[in-house]
């Protein structure tokens, strides 16, 4: 699902070069849950952002879904998002004007016309659901709130915006989802219920997941761990 | 809907009300053209509709002398119907209102004038008494000025007449000539009594013809222009007058219309600047667009949207205002109106201002909205990335580009010259690059010098003009920039009437009598003398014409007119004098000045005003023959003087030495010098009393005339300052509800921290009042700047900005700051300090 060969990333700053990811490489098969820990500043929201396509690799190459990354246009690289992949952050990032319902149908609205638009050959591998504002509601359901499905980001609590954002990832049924600390920003109990969800969702969908975390205990539930320290790969063992 | 306009329309929920007051900014620029634009349109409709009023016949035909001869048969054998006219300067004395004085404009008439339109009189139809009795029609405002009423006498020269009714408008003139000079019509066959016309006189002899319809006017004036080209006839057609006043209504039009372009400019930089504004605070929602998998050019379509939305809105409300203000345009314009204008909606005036409106507001609004293709998805994961993301962008260059020759395209367009476009283009960009430096500058010397000692409240007030995202220097452009335009207005118009002033307040001349014939200058000399005014200047005046130029008759040269050279200078009578030395307006700027020939001179060395001279393209040593009233007189140029003609004097074209012109024909200007307007009275009645042939100008009437020009003027051109102005004022509270948020955040830290609601909007207070004394401070300067200009290379009169008009200025649009600031931020206190901190998770 997921290969990453001799991954380098260097920023270019007034200070000087820096480069955060030293010569990664490693793959994910379809189906695996794999932790990337590792301190502050190891590199890690860097890989997350290279493999999911957020930015470009200053060498070495990314796979996603068979789709050579690097040989992708920016704007063909926002189809393949689009179509594969779900995105859950630390800090939720709702669109603070939209209600959550309308949140989660971003990503299924994005798509209609995108196909008449460009990506016939990209964004084809993924099934649209047939009635996009059932399976939205579904999952608002699933992640408990459907009695919240009007109200914006301000008027729901820190727990409930990340479940607002874990519906939204999972509403185009994407085959990989990249969690970027999704618990990092919730207490300990609604953290709890949050990962259970994650993982609850992962497998009744069958989808990969790549989940960027603080917390040994999140990275136990994985069936797999590396460990970043440097910007480059110190562990790798699987559970 | 499609997912771009679904989204924009959501994300536009919580900031609409914003993006409305952007789009306000735009809404008095496309009212200003709108306006312009439809009134326009009603004008030419108008003229179009009225076109045979414009000069109440089909033919006017004009001479300086008396037609005599062929010219007179010919013009009689042409049929239809005529009418003749006699006009001239002279007093008119007012026997009933203890015989005081005014010059006028006499009109002696005969014949059904006007032809086409109805000449308004009260009572109505006293024009056609003159034909019937020896009565006079008198300009409305004259009869005001006086307290006249229909039926009281009024003498002019030797003759007295009963005011028949009061001219509020007549066919074929505009209604300010009555500010210049106002009327007074009188039948023809009663001028012999009143002796005015006389060897000298400037009088002009006019016959209106009414032709029957079909009739070639314009062939017939291509026949008698060849025919009659020695008699310097001037010749007026209904299609002259439509083409003159087409020409002088586009030059309005155009000036207008760079105005209202300025505020609509000025609004769209203030719609881009709070737009930039808005889409940093988008930049989150941006990048997780992007990482659900919008392409740049969607996320961009998104905002684009919102972009085009609040432009159509803007310009829809302009419209709709400019169809408001139309209503209001022919008030403000009626006194120089030849025609009644009417009032309808002009669609293609209204399309034209929405399209400018909307086509500025894309262009500007395209500026801040490129940045959002850059945007990239990974700022969801992290806040602070783009560091190393290229600042400049080449597209961004390209539409600083397409700015610029919109702008000049507009201007050229609109002044129909692609020279005066740039230049307007030029100055434009100047006069924002002199006010965006000078507000830089200023601000940078705040911030440098402020007083440590100065209380809290000020220094925070200070500091908030340099907060990041600040809008200071665009606050100061808007509001600099309408302080300049009004200012301007105000300093030029001050200056000019200061200079008149300016001769009252020393020796200078300020009652002059002219048309003194030879044998009553000893008389009007002692009346002078005995009403305590002593002749100051006497100037003797020939009247003549110039016959040969370097060799070539005028003739020849006013058929292949040299280009440059006015026909005007050529064709005009001359009224030159001759005197031993120079006047004290004048000085000499080449060659040498000849004060005296021995009689016989063949070629007499005369003195040319250096304009004419250029006019005329000659030089020192070129020789001119002038026809005086029938005696041929070589000359050459012997020196050039430049004239401050502003001064309130006799002054000349040309000046002859002695010697040579004693013997023609002339006449005199006397000038004198009164202490009060009672003291002119009396002696302008004296003198009119004696020799009714002679007219007197009083400094105090022309000072009363420039001011009513000038109001009127002023009226317009404030009436479109009007519209910079409050754009300004606009763009001003846009900015403050832009950064109101930040400014929020800022109260609620200050309230945490212990401030008290007082001392919050003492700091807004501060900061508002330093900023329209900056922006006002800029205005002014950039106006004293105009002003010396326009002093110095324009009207070339003295530099003297009024210290009280600056101090007026500033302190209103410092207060209109302050109270727009403070309104604008009203409520920003009433934020409680928790519900801003939960925003900020």
């Known amino acids: 699902m997921l290969k990453v060969e001799r991954l380098t990333k260097t920023y270019f700053t007034a200070a000087g ?46 796979a996603l879904n068979g789709a050579n990354l690097e040989r992708l246009s920016e704007d063909e690289r926002a189809l393949l998002r689009n179509a594969d992949v779900g995105f859950v952050f630390q800090n939720f990032q709702l669109i603070p004007t939209l209600t959550a319902l309308e949140n989660v149908l971003v990503p299924l609205e994005l798509r209609t016309g995108l196909r008449r638009n460009a990506g016939e050959g990209l964004a084809s591998s993924s ?46 049924r994407p085959k990989i989802l990249f969690c970027d600390e999704p618990t990092g920003n919730l207490d300990d109990e609604t953290a709890q219920a949050m990962m259970d969800l994650v993982f609850g969702l992962n497998r009744e969908r069958g989808t990969t997941l790549v989940l960027v975390t603080h917390n040994p205990d999140l990275a136990r539930r994985c069936s797999r761990t590396i460990r970043l320290r440097g910007g480059a790969v110190v562990d790798d063992h699987s559970a | 809907m499609s997912f771009v306009l679904k989204m924009a329309w959501r994300d536009s929920r919580a900031s609409r009300r914003r993006l409305v007051l952007f789009s306000l900014s735009i809404v008095l620029g496309v009212a200003a053209l709108v306006a312009i634009g439809s009134f326009r349109d009603n004008l030419r409709q108008a003229v179009a509709d009225q076109s045979k009023t414009l000069l109440g016949a089909d033919l006017a035909v004009t001479s300086r002398q008396k037609l005599t001869g062929e010219a007179r048969a010919f013009l009689d054998g042409l049929g239809g119907e005529q009418a003749r006219e006699v006009a001239f300067s002279s007093m008119i004395v007012f026997p009933t209102r203890g015989g005081q004085t005014r010059i006028a404009q006499v009109r002696a008439m005969e014949g059904g004038f006007p032809f086409y339109g109805e000449a308004v009189t009260v009572p109505a139809g006293a024009l056609k008494q003159l034909d019937a009795g020896d009565a006079a029609v008198v300009e409305d405002t004259l009869m005001t000025q006086f307290g006249l009423q229909v039926g009281e006498p009024i003498r002019v020269g030797e003759a007295t007449f009963p005011i028949a009714g009061a001219l509020q408008k007549i066919p074929g003139e505009s209604p300010a000539v009555a500010m210049l000079a106002p009327r007074v019509y009188l039948p023809l066959r009663a001028l012999e009594q009143t002796h005015l016309v006389q060897t000298g006189s400037l009088v002009r002899y006019r016959t209106y013809f009414k032709f029957s319809s079909g009739f070639d006017v314009e062939a017939l004036v291509r026949n008698l222009r060849e025919r009659f080209r020695g008699l310097q006839l001037g010749f007026d057609t209904v299609e002259q007058r439509k083409r003159d006043l087409g020409r002088v209504l586009d030059n309005v039009e155009s000036f207008l219309n760079l105005v209202g372009f300025i505020a609509l400019l000025l609004g769209a930089i203030g719609v881009a600047s709070a737009m930039q504004v808005y889409v940093q605070q988008k930049v989150a929602t941006i990048a997780v667009l992007r990482c659900l998998g919008a392409t740049a050019r969607r996320s961009f379509a998104v905002y684009l949207c919102q972009g085009l939305g609040l432009g159509l809105l803007g310009a829809a409300m302009g419209a709709l205002l400019g169809l408001a203000a139309q209503l209001a345009l022919p008030a403000v314009f009626r006194s120089f109106l030849p025609v009644d204008a009417p009032v309808f909606i002009s669609w293609q005036a209204v399309a034209g201002g929405m399209g400018a409106g909307l086509g500025v507001c894309l262009l500007f609004t395209l500026l801040p909205l490129m940045s959002i293709r850059r945007v990239s998805p990974l700022r969801a994961l992290r806040a602070g990335y783009g560091e190393d993301v290229p600042k400049r962008d080449p597209l961004q260059w390209v539409l600083y580009g ?41 601000t940078w010397a705040a911030r440098r010098w402020v007083p440590r000692r100065l209380p809290y409240v000020w220094r925070q007030g200070l500091a908030n003009l340099y907060r990041p995202n600040n809008r200071t220097v665009l606050l100061l452009v808007s509001l600099g920039l309408g302080t300049f335009l009004v200012l301007t207005l105000y300093l030029t118009r001050a200056s000019l009437l200061a200079e008149f002033r300016g001769s009252t307040g020393d020796d200078r001349p300020n009652l002059l009598f002219f048309d003194v014939q030879d044998d009553q200058l000893a008389g009007v000399d002692a009346l002078l003398q005995a009403g305590g005014a002593p002749v100051r200047q006497e100037a003797p005046i020939v009247t003549m014409r110039i016959s040969v130029l370097k060799g070539r008759p005028v003739e020849e040269l006013s058929r292949d007119r040299a280009p440059g050279r006015g026909g005007w200078a050529l064709r005009r009578e001359y009224r030159c004098t001759y005197r031993g030395r120079l006047a004290e307006t004048e000085r000499v700027v080449a060659g040498s ?55 309130m004097q006799a002054n000349f074209f040309v000046v002859f030495p002695e010697g040579v012109l004693e013997a023609a024909p002339k006449f005199f200007v006397v000038a004198t010098r009164v202490g009060s307007s009672a003291q002119s009275a009396a002696l302008q009645q004296a003198v009119v009393r004696a020799y009714p042939n002679v007219s007197a100008i009083d400094l105090g009437l022309v000072l009363q005339t420039l001011d009513a020009i000038f109001t009127k003027v002023a009226l317009v051109v404030q009436f479109m300052a009007l519209f910079v102005a409050l754009t300004g004022v606009i763009v001003m509270a846009g900015a403050v509800l832009t950064g109101r948020f930040q400014r929020v955040r800022e109260s609620v830290l200050l309230r945490t921290l212990g401030a008290t609601r007082r001392q919050v909007q003492r700091i807004m207070l501060a900061e508002y009042s330093v900023l329209g004394l900056l922006a ?51 409520g920003d206190c009433d934020h409680p300090p928790l519900e801003v901190l939960r925003q900020e998770t």
Request: with cysteine.
């Open chain 1, 17 to 62: 070069p820096l480069t955060v990811l030293k010569d990664v490489t490693l793959e994910v098969a379809a189906g695996d849950t794999l932790a990337v820990v590792g301190p502050s500043g190891s590199g890690k929201t860097t890989l997350l952002g290279l493999c999911a396509g957020l930015d470009e690799p200053t060498t070495g190459s990314v």
């Open chain 2, 593 to 647: 000045f000849v004060g005296r020939v021995s009689p016989g001179t063949d070629v007499v060395p005369i003195s040319v005003e250096q304009g004419l001279a250029k006019e005329l393209q000659v030089q020192i040593g070129d020789e001119i023959t002038f026809d005086v009233q029938g005696v041929p007189i070589r000359t050459r140029v012997g020196s050039l003087r430049a004239v401050e003609w502003q001064r």
């Open chain 2, 776 to 826: 006002s401070g800029t205005g002014s300067l950039l106006a004293v700047g105009a002003n010396w200009l326009l002093v110095h290379f324009v009207f070339e009169t003295r530099f003297a900005p009024s210290p009280l008009l600056l101090l007026v200025a500033v302190v209103a649009v410092t207060t209109v700051t302050v109270v727009t600031g403070l309104l604008a931020s009203r």
């Open chain 2, 402 to 442: 397409l700015i610029g020759m919109s702008v000049f395209g507009c201007a050229w367009w609109q002044t129909n010259r692609w020279q005066r476009g740039l230049g307007f283009a030029l100055a434009l960009a100047a006069t924002f690059g002199v006010l965006t430096g000078v507000a830089r500058l200023l």
């Open chain 1, 127 to 172: 099934a649209v659901p047939g009635d996009g504002l059932t399976e939205a509601r579904a999952l608002l359901e699933r992640v408990g709130l459907s009695d919240r499905l009007g109200h914006y980001p301000l008027q729901l609590s820190g727990g409930e915006q990340q479940r607002v954002s874990l519906a939204r990832a999972f509403v185009n």
